[in-house]
T-cell receptor
C-alpha cells in the first residue's frame, strides 16, 4: 500500500507570511498527527486529527493550526511565520483506533525554511 | 510535560560491534516504540513494545520494555554500515501523542 505522502518536500518562506502543508495518510487510516523536528527541540507533537476532529493538541501557539478532510487528508497551517518556525514538519498516519501503533507511519516530511 | 532521556547522544561503531542505547522517563508509558531516521527522511518504525517486561526482536535488533514502564532499551547486534543513522525512542501514554527522546546518532569509526 502507498505510504504517507507529504507535500511539498521543501519550502522557503519569508517572515510574516503564512504556509500550508499537506499530508495524505495511508489508505484506510483515519488518524493524522503532525510533529515538528528541530535540532534544538527534537521531535515535538503538534496535534492529531481523527475523523475530521482535532483529538489531541501539543503545546504550540495558536499560529499553528490544522484540519482534516473527509478523505482523511490533513493540512497544517502556520500563520505569521517566525524564523524559529524553520523545521522539518512530519506527518504520521495510523488507524487511530487502539493498540496498533505498528501502523504509526511517518511521511518524509516538509522542510520549511523561514528567511 | 513528559520527558524522555535518551543515551548516549552519539556513538561510533565499528562493523561487527554490538550497540546498546536506552531511554528513561520520570513518567510511565503504556507503549514504547523505537524508530530510525535517515537524513532527509521521516522516522521508520523498528520495534513496538506493548507490555512491561516485553522483549521483542526484529532481525539483529532487540528491544525491551522496562518493568517499571519508565524505561526501554534497544540493542543492535553485529552492526553493519547501514545501521548508521539516528535512533529515537518514543513513548505513548494515552491518546495518540508520542513523546520522543532526543535521539542517538550512530556513526562509523574512521
Amino acid at each position: 500500500k502507498a505510504g504517507v505522502t507529504q507535500t511539498p518536500r521543501y519550502l522557503i518562506k519569508t517572515r510574516g507570511q503564512q504556509v500550508t502543508l499537506s499530508c495524505s495518510p495511508i489508505s484506510g487510516h483515519r488518524s493524522v498527527s503532525w510533529y515538528q523536528q528541530t535540532p534544538g527541540q527534537g521531535l515535538q507533537f503538534l496535534f492529531e486529527y481523527f475523523s475530521e476532529t482535532q483529538r489531541n493538541k501539543g503545546n504550540f501557539p495558536g499560529r499553528f493550526s490544522g484540519r482534516q478532510f473527509s478523505n482523511s487528508r490533513s493540512e497544517m497551517n502556520v500563520s505569521t511565520l517566525e524564523l524559529g518556525d524553520s523545521a522539518l514538519y512530519l506527518c504520521a498516519s495510523s488507524s487511530g483506533t487502539g493498540l496498533d501503533n505498528y501502523g504509526y507511519t511517518f511521511g518524509s516530511g516538509t522542510r520549511l525554511t523561514v528567511v | 510535560g513528559q520527558q524522555l532521556n535518551q543515551s548516549p547522544q552519539s556513538m561510533f561503531i565499528q562493523e561487527g560491534e554490538d550497540v546498546s542505547m536506552n531511554c528513561t522517563s520520570s513518567s510511565i508509558f503504556n507503549t514504547w516504540l523505537w524508530y530510525k531516521q535517515d537524513p532527509g527522511e521521516g522516522p521508520v518504525l523498528l520495534i513496538a513494545l506493548y507490555k512491561a517486561g516485553e522483549l521483542t526482536s526484529n532481525g539483529r535488533l532487540t528491544a525491551q520494555f522496562g518493568i517499571t514502564r519508565k524505561d526501554s532499551f534497544l540493542n543492535i547486534s553485529a552492526s553493519i554500515p547501514s545501521d548508521v543513522g539516528i535512533y529515537f525512542c518514543a513513548g505513548l501514554y494515552a491518546g495518540n501523542m508520542l513523546t520522543f527522546g532526543g535521539g542517538t546518532r550512530l556513526m562509523v569509526k574512521p
